[in-house]
């Protein structure tokens, strides 16, 4: 049974960035898409990007490029995401989810049936 | 952006009830090329990530009860959950997964009356 795993909760100033962790635990995620969402406190829910680890692509979100870089290792399954130019509107759980299409996942988007439990990513002076 | 709109914004159904949630998108989510809808609803309990329930606008995700269904084509959907459960209070949300940016509803509450 594949259980995403995410780092901890994080508490960083403005400006600084914060790097937050997704690994597939119990399996690979060499046929699927990694899909990061994020929710500001009380609000809904808001896709940021993902990244195809089997094609080494990724897509963002316009809001966040620039400031945002999704990699990822197929050795250890795991997946990253990193935010950078921290400010205050940042501060939100921050979820990977699962985006189960194969070979589909270069030429399509999908759904996402499997989500992380999320990290909380805390900006504050 | 395709702008995803849901309403009502919250509903309170009696138990045993049905419930039903409306999504309508600014342009249509439905590819003509394999004639799905690129339309998928979640789930989310307090203090829990979301959790998949309906894609392709009506493909019930395995694990689902069958009280929760998903129905409507092109711009307009629906979620219907009959006989409202207590383990059914969450917030529901739409999203379109047919071109970047994905975007989501808003959400909508469903409580017991």
Do not use: H
């Not at chain 1, 995410?6 to 508490?11: I, K, Y």
């Not at chain 1, 680890?53 to 316009?62: E, G, H, I, S």
């Not at chain 1, 439990?117 to 002076?125: A, D, E, K, P, Y």
């Amino acid at each position: 049974q594949v259980q995403l795993v995410q780092s901890g909760a994080e508490v960083k100033k403005p400006g600084s960035s914060v790097k937050v962790s997704c690994k597939a635990s119990g399996g690979t995620f060499s046929n699927y898409a990694i899909t990061w969402v994020r929710q500001a406190p009380g609000q809904g829910l808001e896709w940021m990007g993902r990244i195809m680890p089997l094609f080494d692509k990724t897509n963002y979100a316009d809001k966040f490029q620039g400031r945002v870089t999704m990699t990822a290792d197929k050795s250890t399954s795991t997946a990253y995401m990193e935010l950078s130019s921290l400010r205050s509107e940042d501060t939100a759980i921050y979820y990977c989810a699962r985006d189960d299409c194969g070979a589909d996942c270069y030429s399509t988007w999908w759904y996402f049936d499997l989500w992380g439990r999320g990290t909380l990513v805390t900006v504050s002076s | 952006d395709i702008v995803m709109t849901q309403s009502p914004d919250s509903l309170a159904v009696s138990l045993g009830e049905r419930a039903t949630v409306s999504c309508k998108s600014s342009q249509t989510v439905f590819y003509n090329t394999n004639s799905k809808n690129y339309l998928a609803w979640y789930q989310q309990k307090p203090g829990q990530p979301p959790k998949l329930l309906i894609y392709w606008a009506s493909t019930r995700e395995s694990g689902v009860p069958d009280r929760f269904s998903g129905s409507g084509s092109g711009t307009d959907f629906t979620l219907t959950i009959n006989s409202l459960q207590a383990e059914d209070v969450a917030v529901y949300y739409c999203q379109q997964y047919y071109s970047s940016p994905l975007t989501f509803g808003q959400g909508t509450k469903v409580e017991i009356k």
